[in-house]
């Protein structure tokens, strides 16, 4: 994993290899300045050469992938950096809830009052806070990261498929099939349409093999076009032939069996031009703008991306698939070096209640927290490394902290919680920031270690 290095005004400078940051430490050159992402600045250095360093984003509702890769002049992006930002939105969202429950039960206690609902003002913009949490988080990373790297520009993947461009575009020569980027992305477009089902026996054939069919054929002169073309399984077009698919509609007339009485039905409706709805495909997904214009309003630089350009980038150089990896991949890209790190995984875990009343599932009063968040100096979210001597939790633990009044603590490690360690062990690492960290070994590692495994 890349070192980010600051200079002695703490500057960005370009990340350097461990080795290198080891080198600096040992010769007492450098200084840490944070454990994760680890960054280190330098005592003597003040400004340096940089280069064009860009921040790569694939947002997701659950994780958000980002890369910083170095960008050369070929168009070869060498990947510095990778994290995983895994969101809360799923416990935003139950807080809230538990909030509102709450509150009505209480509330139903109390004299009458008139009805006040839908007296709440929303602004245009206005995005649920599970949501806006996630746009927040990201927008936050990218501010962190431009602090400890010289980043001049980001990459976001914005929207499914570029429908506008797929439907204009003319495909006949390049066609749909796999390899090229359009054929790739049309390929993509109409498995989501279709819901990866025949449209013509909605999967009644159990032939599981879909292919992109002609509804008007391709040797009678049916064109190429988005227009034309459906997905369906092999059986149903191979019983299709070369016929319109209302001809085959017409053929099928006297249908029985539940096959024929489907495939008739469907065929008559595609013939009509009735397709899916692709509202869902071509809508840019809320969250994804808002973070767009988060970024843009930030004063970066932002190229956007396709999420089939995306995966077709990622088939193409034989990239495994994973959030980071696929943030790398956003956008236009000639080649990608140096994917193979391992990921910093960070987990947003909110920075604790601001609440100190535990309530039971009916909202009464349960217990209360201590009302200072501090216990011997170390706060629930500090990072720490503890090392026990003797006896049954015996070893060098590292984590992230959970605190107990009684002064023994909780260490939340890669492996598991390990439960009533002493404060007097413990050494703080880095101050609680609201996420969680653990760095996910390289990918080819924990293949070759899977294929151990299965070789035993
Ligand atoms: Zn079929």
Not at 291 to 307: D, I, M, N, S, Y
């Amino acid at each position: 994993m890349a070192v980010l290095v600051l200079d002695k005004r703490k500057q960005p400078l370009m990340p350097c290899s461990e080795k290198r940051a080891r080198l600096l430490l040992d010769r007492d050159r450098a200084v840490v300045v944070r454990v994760h992402p680890f960054t280190i600045r330098l005592k003597d250095r003040v400004g340096g050469s940089t280069q064009p360093v860009r921040i790569k984003i694939d947002p997701g509702s659950r994780a958000t992938g980002m890369a910083m890769v170095r960008e050369s002049g070929d168009g070869i992006q060498h990947v510095l950096w990778l994290g995983e930002i895994a969101h809360r939105g799923h416990v935003i969202r139950d807080q809230l809830a538990q909030r509102r429950a709450f509150r009505r039960r209480r509330r139903s206690n109390l004299r009458h009052r008139p009805a006040r609902f839908n007296n709440r003002r929303r602004s245009a913009g206005w995005l649920a806070p599970s949501l806006q949490h996630r746009v927040d988080t990201t927008t936050a990373w990218v501010r962190r990261l431009r602090r400890w790297a010289p980043v001049t520009a980001v990459s976001q993947e914005l929207v499914r498929f570029d429908t506008q461009r797929m439907e204009s575009a003319d495909i006949s020569g390049v066609a749909y099939q796999r390899g090229t980027l359009l054929g790739t992305q049309v390929r993509e477009y109409l498995l989501h349409r279709h819901q990866h089902q025949c449209a013509y026996c909605h999967g009644q054939s159990g032939d599981p093999v879909l292919e992109v069919e002609h509804v008007h054929p391709k040797s009678r002169g049916g064109s190429n076009r988005v227009g034309n073309l459906v997905i369906a399984c092999r059986d149903c077009n191979k019983v299709k032939e070369n016929r319109d698919a209302g001809e085959w509609a017409r053929d099928l007339a006297p249908a029985r069996g539940r096959l024929d009485v489907a495939r008739r039905h469907n065929a008559a409706l595609v013939d009509a031009g009735k397709r899916p709805s692709l509202r869902d495909a071509s809508a840019v997904n809320s969250t994804r703008w808002a973070l767009f214009q988060a970024l843009k309003a930030a004063g970066l630089q932002v190229a956007v991306g396709t999420g089939g350009r995306t995966k077709w980038n990622r088939q193409r150089l034989g990239i495994p698939k994973g959030h980071a990896l696929d943030a790398a991949c956003v956008g236009e890209v000639e080649a990608v070096s140096g994917w193979n790190r391992p990921v910093l995984a960070i987990k947003a875990a909110g920075r604790g209640s601001y609440q100190r009343t535990r309530l039971t599932r009916h909202g009464f009063p349960r217990g209360y927290l201590m009302r200072h968040k501090q216990v011997r100096g170390f706060q629930t979210g500090d990072h720490v490394q503890a090392v026990v001597g003797a006896g049954k939790k015996a070893g060098t633990h590292t984590g992230r902290l959970a605190v107990r009044a009684s002064g023994r603590f909780n260490i939340q490690t890669p492996a598991g919680v390990i439960q009533g360690i002493s404060h007097r062990h413990c050494t703080l690492t880095q101050r609680a920031d609201g996420y969680g960290y653990f760095v996910q070994s390289k990918i080819a590692a924990t293949e070759t270690e899977e294929a151990r495994t299965e070789a035993a």
